[in-house]
């Protein structure tokens, strides 16, 4: 068979080119094809970048121990005694970055005041109500997965509401500030929910007046309390 060459040779140069020009236009079709087989290159649209919430909330189940301590002035040897509690708590927290946060506890819990030591015989002396409102700053870790531990430490105004007599003819347990040292984790179970177990110290000392058998008496209570809690966390 001749090829395209050979016959462009023998020909004039405007068959020549006629020649040439239907080569060109009868090879079209095909690389057509070619380019319609070939896949166009796929574009992934990278997945929108959701930030979390920096609102995060826990319900938990709180364990308040306060340590037994404290005096009434002016009475040698007097101690106090008080009693534990367990009491179910709200808290908020919010995230100014991934690590900082800061915490709001809101709770109340009741606690009877019983004398102790060289006023042992007085008994329980008084019941109150505490709602000891906690505002701590805390590092979260964030490298150890969906354990997350964190450390903190804030600071405490503890109300003292509904107080009531009983061996004692009147008391009067005054509002007070105080210290609080936390260190806790959460263990995420997805980007939302997760368990927490939080321990909370708080340094806390009221004074307080108390009148017994007619006597105006005034004395300091020691509570230092342990506060622990489990529940269950909720990041929006």
């Known amino acids: 068979m001749p090829s395209i060459g050979s016959t462009l040779h023998r020909l004039s140069a405007p068959a020549a080119g006629l020649v040439l020009l239907g080569a060109v236009l009868g090879g079209a079709p095909a690389r057509a094809a070619d380019m319609a087989g070939t896949p166009p290159l796929a574009y992934k ?8 919430s920096p609102w995060q ?3 938990r189940l709180l364990g308040v121990f306060p340590e037994d301590g404290g005096s009434v002035h002016g009475v040698n ?34 606690h009877d005041i019983s004398g102790a030591g060289t006023i042992s ?28 531990p964190y450390v903190g430490a804030g600071i405490n105004y503890t109300f003292f509401f509904d107080q009531k007599a009983y061996s004692a003819d009147s008391i009067d347990v005054k509002d007070t500030f105080g210290w609080a040292l936390q260190v806790g984790f959460d263990y995420m179970l997805d980007d939302h929910w ?25 004395g300091t209570a020691d509570l230092d309390p342990w506060i622990v809690g489990v529940g269950v966390t909720y990041r929006f």
């Open 45 to 52: 649209v990278p997945a929108p970048v959701v930030e979390q």
């Open 57 to 59: 909330i826990r319900l």
């Open 77 to 110: 040897g007097s101690n106090l005694d008080y009693s534990d509690a367990v009491v179910p708590e709200l808290d908020i927290t919010y995230y100014f970055t991934k690590n900082w946060a800061a915490e709001l506890i809101l709770g109340v819990t009741p």
């Open 121 to 148: 015989s007085l008994g329980k002396i008084a019941e109150v109500w505490l709602l000891p409102p906690t505002l701590t700053l805390q590092y979260h870790f964030t490298d150890f997965g969906a354990f997350k």
């Open 194 to 218: 997760g368990l927490n177990v939080d321990v909370k110290k708080l340094f806390l000392k009221p004074d307080f007046d108390v009148v017994v058998a007619g006597q105006a008496l005034s």
